[in-house]
């Protein structure tokens, strides 16, 4: 009995603090932004005036909010994709293949992720350059030299969402690359040479077995990296285009932090959030609910 309280006490004093600090930063913080939607309030005045829903009817009478959700939906859509298709393709070549320097891959990938975010939008923002980028060079070569009417990658509204995918990509293949390795490199070879003595090729290798064996950690990492999107779209928005032009790469959090800092609409600001919460969990609720499997164990 004494054991079973001793025990019980070291748990508690280990997991109370945790707990605390959870409450005060998180659960507190939340329901303040909840409580916040329903004020019309500068955020720098002690005057609150209490409008009920009327922040949430002028959210979803605004063009601005929807042109930021579709946006938003575009670069989950788009950057999901494209990020973990190569990420698990990669990782499956320099995994099973047998390929000089494949430390020397496995850095030169990685690296991308230790980056800041300023960093690469620097970057990015020097190739799309519409006089002096690398790729507008490039283009260049391919009309004997000559750069007129230049293509503006980050000034035109029409394409500008997608140069910014192009960057976020770039920045995120190598981190979930790494991962996916981790997982494929505890497969047992032995599965991998039943197969072949049965016949089976390396696409249906990788199909039958590889795939199946890391759903897991697939399942989970594409729930974070689609939540965690929302954010990192902000950083490369705000960092690359300040959601020009004319609001064409507006996403969720830089229309919440425009309207809720920069036009002093701290309650209508808050009510965006309450919706990107809202978004967010039900978006993992049915991410969930989609990729769930039978686990299969080796």
């Not at 002093?264 to 609720?285: C, D, E, Q, R, T």
């Amino acid at each position: 009995m004494k054991n079973k309280r001793r025990r019980s006490g070291f748990i508690a004093a280990c997991v109370t603090p945790a707990i605390v600090l959870f409450i005060i930063f998180m659960i507190i913080p939340t329901i303040d932004v909840f409580r916040m939607s329903l004020y019309r309030w500068g955020g720098y005045t002690a005057e609150k005036t209490f409008v009920g829903l009327q922040n949430f009817s002028t959210l979803f009478a605004s063009n601005k909010f929807y042109r930021a959700f579709q946006n938003s939906i575009l670069l989950i859509v788009i950057v999901t994709i494209v990020t973990f298709f190569f990420a698990i393709i990669f990782a499956a070549i320099l995994t099973r293949e047998k390929i000089k320097g494949q430390n020397f891959f496995r850095v030169i990938f990685y690296i991308p992720n230790i980056l800041s975010i300023v960093v690469i939008s620097a970057i990015f923002s020097a190739i799309y350059d519409p006089n002096n980028g690398l790729l507008n060079s490039f283009i260049a070569l391919f009309k004997g030299g000559s750069n007129d009417n230049p293509i503006l990658w980050l000034g035109s509204p029409k394409i500008v969402i997608y140069s910014i995918a192009i960057a976020m990509v770039w920045q995120a293949i190598g981190y979930y690359m790494v991962m996916y390795m981790a997982s494929m490199a505890n497969i047992p070879e032995s599965l991998y040479e039943s197969a072949a003595l049965e016949g089976a090729g390396r696409i249906k290798q990788f199909t039958s077995i590889t795939l199946p064996l890391i759903w897991t950690n697939i399942r989970t990492t594409l729930t974070f990296f689609i939540i965690s999107n929302i954010n990192m779209s902000f950083l490369f928005v705000k960092a690359m285009t300040n959601s020009g032009p004319d609001g064409a790469s507006s996403v969720f959090l830089s229309y919440m932090y425009q309207e809720a800092y920069t036009n002093s609409s701290y309650g209508y600001g808050m009510a965006i959030g309450v919706m990107v919460f809202l978004f967010s969990f039900a978006l993992a609720a049915i991410l969930n609910a989609v990729t769930k499997r039978e686990e299969i164990e080796f």
